[in-house]
């Protein structure tokens, strides 16, 4: 409920400092009511808060000192606060952390007028230089944008003195920020695409899901090219009709630039976006027209889940199963889970498309808890690629090699086709070990528990776990023997290298995310393969992703089993949906596709049910597994990460709550470990995991709470807690 607070009532602020709780202040001049935006006093400095209902009460109201000024945005509503709240509990995240991630508006606290934008100019500087011609060509690739002043400096990779430099000449054009433009309306009353009758039908059910004017969530499940995104859009229509506003979540920012052109076509202009790749004044501009209420309909990064909508009526989550939408930094959540809390606070409606469900979401279907809606029908007459293995233990393939002789055939037939092909390898890099042939050590990350991946096209060796680069040693780090450091095993740079060297006529792309400076880049190299410009398409799992290769008639699976080595509970489900989406790119448009997975175990189950296609039998069979074990979606679970420099004090930080169950043994949960986790050094600091497991219906956040807070942790040590935890890494 929000309240209107009288000048000098005590209201309650919360800031996103991380303190304990909120804390009380007078309301200024003119009053002030809940969930407005302010700036307060705090000790000798000037933070950002939000005005958080009645006052705790426990300072004398003329010992409160006032709250300074109240932003001119519209305040929060109290929906989003009531999500910030639940959000908080449930991810046991401290309440000010969470509302940080609802304050990342650029310059939300600042004066306006007083903001200064950077963008292209039509003078020529009067003396060039190569930083000022980076801050040009990084201009000239996105004209059309403003940035503020360090923005502009960091995307070209020179000091902000370079930039103002500029501007004297005209070269750069400074100004005022300009007031945040209205958006283009979006005409949901415009004809959509004629849809196939299973899309109509979808499409009916998922308006009048949206006419309730309540909180539901719906499983939107279809194959690859079965026209769920035209179904959903219908669900956008109905709900921008209805005045309310709607968000789509992607899990790739490099999907959206397609996705925008479908909005276009579908509402005839471009919604807003929020994500990490538009500028900071854009951003600026869709957090605030989204308070408005201005803008209806924003695509967005799982950030988006924290913008402050005036009345939001519906959520899609495209590619549910996505685990990218899984915050493993930071604010540990998933957006997922966070789409269909924020959707129940709020009324709105959730629909979560995909073509192959994770089990979370079915389990939900099955329960009756979410609705579930099949598109069966595969759009444009296209079918299915049809599946087989290549059992690697009958085929001659030489050492160092990868390509069997039956894949190799299939590519051939295709090039002669003048079709496409994929050769599909989730590894990136040019290979996983570097071993020294001298004294057999690997090179390995020295911050970390973790190898040294080759990146042969960076020349450069790379860890995946914290990013650290290094130039690729002349001799062993171990033994210094010189020119004895040999690659093992393939990743997707090594295998193009094959590829070239098996079809060298044929003209070979690579697509893997790190090989591609900027989004842009990446989408123009899509698009030259999407209308024929590579005949081999050699990929890691980027181009499982929603783009659409009309070309492409065979995928080529590398090594099958490769997901399924793992100790990790999803590695079965994971395997299944990343085969069954990757050969899915195989024969969209109208001729038919093949997929053959290579495998050394083609009587693994898992395997098998990626042949069959059989999904359902797939996932009952998965879900009875889980529930025998009690682990989600049929029991809960939380992952606590202990990390410290010192490994012993980890350990002791570990073992002292495994002492300490009583509060958790009292909710029927269990308790494992501590052990060293699987990667048990990142970034120099040794990491202890202990993993909890508790019935479905327990209330685990309170118990975990009472629990972790009976510990006195040493000032140099972190302790993390993941409730339903992804990876368990
Ligand atoms: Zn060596
Ligand atoms: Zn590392």
């Given at each position: 409920m929000?309240?209107?607070?009288?000048?000098?009532a005590?209201?309650?602020?919360l800031t996103?400092?991380?303190l304990?709780?909120?804390?009380?202040?007078r309301?200024p001049?003119?009053?002030?009511?809940?969930?407005a935006f302010?700036?307060?006093?705090?000790g000798?400095?000037?933070?950002?808060?939000?005005?958080?209902g009645?006052?705790?009460?426990?300072?004398p109201?003329?010992?409160l000192r006032?709250?300074l000024r109240?932003?001119?945005?519209?305040?929060?509503g109290?929906p989003?606060?009531?999500?910030?709240?639940r959000?908080?509990?449930?991810?046991?995240t401290p309440?000010?952390?969470m509302?940080?991630?609802g304050?990342?508006a650029?310059?939300?606290?600042?004066?306006p007028?007083?903001?200064?934008?950077?963008?292209l100019?039509t003078?020529?500087?009067?003396?060039a230089?190569?930083a000022r011609?980076?801050?040009?060509?990084?201009l000239?690739?996105r004209?059309?944008d403003?940035f503020?002043?360090s923005e502009?400096?960091?995307?070209?990779?020179v000091s902000?003195?370079v930039?103002k430099?500029l501007c004297?000449s005209g070269?750069?054009l400074e100004?005022?920020m300009p007031?945040d433009?209205?958006?283009?309306?979006?005409?949901?009353?415009?004809?959509?695409?004629p849809?196939?009758?299973?899309?109509?039908?979808a499409a009916?059910a998922?308006?009048?899901?949206?006419?309730?004017?309540d909180?539901?969530t719906?499983?939107?499940?279809?194959v690859?090219?079965s026209?769920?995104?035209?179904?959903?859009?219908?669900?956008v229509?109905e709900?921008?009709?209805?005045?309310r506003q709607?968000l789509?979540?992607?899990?790739?920012?490099?999907?959206?630039?397609?996705f925008?052109?479908r909005?276009?076509?579908?509402?005839?202009?471009?919604?807003a976006?929020?994500?990490?790749?538009?500028?900071q004044a854009?951003?600026?501009?869709t957090?605030?027209?989204t308070?408005?209420?201005q803008?209806?309909?924003i695509?967005?990064?799982r950030?988006?889940?924290?913008?402050p909508y005036r009345?939001?009526g519906?959520i899609?989550?495209?590619?549910?199963?996505d685990?990218?939408y899984?915050q493993e930094?930071?604010?540990?959540?998933?957006?997922?889970?966070?789409?269909?809390?924020?959707?129940?606070c709020?009324?709105?409606?959730?629909?979560l498309?995909?073509a192959?469900?994770?089990?979370?979401?079915w389990?939900?279907?099955?329960?009756?808890?979410?609705?579930r809606?099949?598109?069966t029908s595969?759009?444009?007459?296209?079918?299915l690629p049809?599946?087989?293995t290549?059992?690697m233990r009958?085929?001659?393939?030489?050492?160092g090699r990868?390509?069997?002789?039956t894949?190799?055939?299939?590519v051939?037939?295709?090039?002669?086709?003048g079709?496409?092909?994929l050769?599909?390898l989730?590894r990136?890099?040019?290979a996983?070990?570097t071993?020294c042939?001298?004294?057999?050590?690997?090179?390995a990350c020295h911050q970390?528990?973790?190898r040294?991946v080759?990146?042969?096209?960076?020349?450069?060796?790379m860890?995946?776990?914290?990013?650290?680069?290094a130039?690729?040693?002349?001799?062993?780090p171990?033994c210094?023997?010189?020119g004895?450091l040999?690659?093992?095993g393939p990743?997707?740079?090594?295998m193009?290298?094959?590829?070239?060297a098996?079809?060298?006529?044929?003209?070979v792309?690579i697509?893997s995310?790190?090989?591609f400076?900027?989004a842009?880049?990446?989408?123009a190299?899509?698009?030259?393969?999407a209308s024929?410009g590579?005949d081999?398409?050699?990929g890691?799992?980027?181009?499982?992703?929603g783009h659409n290769?009309?070309?492409?008639?065979?995928?080529?699976?590398i090594d099958?089993?490769?997901?399924?080595q793992?100790s990790?509970?999803?590695?079965?489900?994971r395997?299944?949906q990343l085969?069954?989406?990757?050969?899915?790119?195989a024969?969209?448009?109208?001729?038919p596709?093949?997929?053959?997975?290579?495998?050394?175990?083609?009587?693994?189950?898992?395997?098998?049910?990626i042949l069959?296609?059989?999904e359902?039998?797939f996932?009952?069979e998965e879900?009875?597994?889980?529930?025998?074990?009690?682990?989600?979606?049929?029991?809960?679970?939380?992952?606590?990460?202990?990390?410290d420099?010192?490994?012993?004090?980890a350990f002791?930080?570990?073992?002292?709550?495994?002492?300490?169950t009583?509060g958790l043994?009292?909710i029927g949960?269990?308790v494992?470990?501590?052990?060293p986790a699987?990667?048990?050094r990142?970034?120099?600091r040794h990491r202890?995991?202990?993993?909890?497991?508790?019935?479905?219906q327990?209330?685990i956040?309170p118990a975990?709470?009472a629990w972790?807070?009976?510990i006195?942790l040493?000032r140099?040590?972190?302790?993390?807690i993941?409730?339903?935890?992804q990876?368990?890494?």
């Open positions: 929000t309240r209107f607070h009288p000048p000098g005590p209201v309650a602020v996103t400092q991380p304990d709780r909120a804390l009380d202040y309301a001049t003119g009053g002030v009511e809940d969930g302010v700036e307060v006093p705090l000798p400095r000037k933070v950002l808060g939000v005005v958080w009645e006052a705790a009460g426990d300072w109201v003329e010992k006032p709250i109240v932003l001119e945005v519209p305040a929060m109290s989003f606060r009531d999500f910030i709240e959000a908080a509990a449930y991810t046991l309440l000010p952390a509302l940080r991630l304050l990342r650029p310059g939300l606290g600042e004066v007028g007083k903001r200064r934008v950077y963008g100019g003078g020529t500087p009067d003396r230089t190569p011609q980076k801050v040009i060509d990084a000239r690739d004209p059309t403003l503020a002043l502009l400096a960091d995307l070209a990779g902000t003195s930039v430099g004297a070269a750069v100004q005022a007031r433009a209205d958006f283009p309306p979006l005409d949901p009353a415009r004809a959509g695409k849809l196939a009758p299973d899309q109509a039908e009916d998922l308006r009048a899901e949206i006419a309730t004017g909180y539901g719906t499983l939107l499940r279809g690859t090219g026209g769920k995104t035209e179904v959903y859009l219908e669900a229509a709900c921008m009709a209805r005045g709607a789509v979540l992607l899990p790739e920012i490099a999907l959206t630039a397609e925008l052109t909005v276009q076509a579908r509402f005839g202009a471009r919604p976006e929020w994500h990490s790749g538009v500028t854009e951003r600026r501009r957090w605030a027209k308070a408005e209420g803008a209806r309909l695509v967005g990064a950030s988006a889940l924290f913008l009345d939001l519906l899609v989550v495209d590619e549910e199963h685990t990218s899984k930094d930071g604010v540990l959540y998933s957006a997922r889970d966070m789409a269909v809390l924020r959707a129940s709020e009324g709105a409606q959730v629909v498309a995909t192959t469900p994770s089990l979370e979401s389990a939900n279907a099955e329960l009756g808890k979410y609705k809606l099949d598109l595969r759009f444009g007459e296209a079918v049809k599946l087989a290549i059992d009958d085929e001659a393939v030489a050492g990868w390509i069997s002789p894949l190799k055939r299939a051939e037939a295709r090039i002669i086709a079709e496409q092909s050769i599909f989730n990136r890099g040019y996983p070990v071993l042939r001298a004294c057999g050590q690997q090179v970390c528990d973790a040294m080759e990146h042969r096209f960076l020349k450069r060796l860890c995946h776990q914290c990013g650290e680069t130039p690729m040693p002349e001799v062993c171990s210094g023997v010189e004895k040999a690659a093992v990743g997707v740079e090594r193009a290298e094959e590829v070239t098996l079809f060298p006529e044929a003209r792309a697509l995310s790190d090989l400076g900027s842009r880049a990446l989408k190299k899509v698009e030259e393969i024929g590579a081999i398409i050699v890691t799992q980027l181009v499982a992703k290769f009309p070309k492409l008639t065979l995928v080529g699976v099958a089993d490769l997901g399924l793992g990790d509970l999803r590695a079965a489900e395997t299944f085969m069954r989406q990757v050969s899915g790119r024969g969209r448009a109208d001729k596709g093949q997929a053959l997975l290579q495998t050394y175990q083609p009587d693994h189950p898992v395997i098998r049910a069959t296609g059989d359902e039998a996932l009952r879900a009875a597994q889980r529930r025998a074990a009690g682990v989600p979606p049929y029991g809960r679970m939380a992952g606590i990460v202990i990390s420099p010192d490994a012993g004090v002791d930080v570990g073992n002292a709550l495994a002492r300490n009583a043994d009292e949960a269990e494992y470990g501590p052990a699987p990667i048990a990142i970034r120099g202890v995991r202990l993993l909890v497991k508790a019935p479905r327990a209330p956040q975990l709470a972790v807070a009976g006195d040493p140099s040590t972190r302790l993390s993941d409730i339903d935890p990876s368990f890494l």
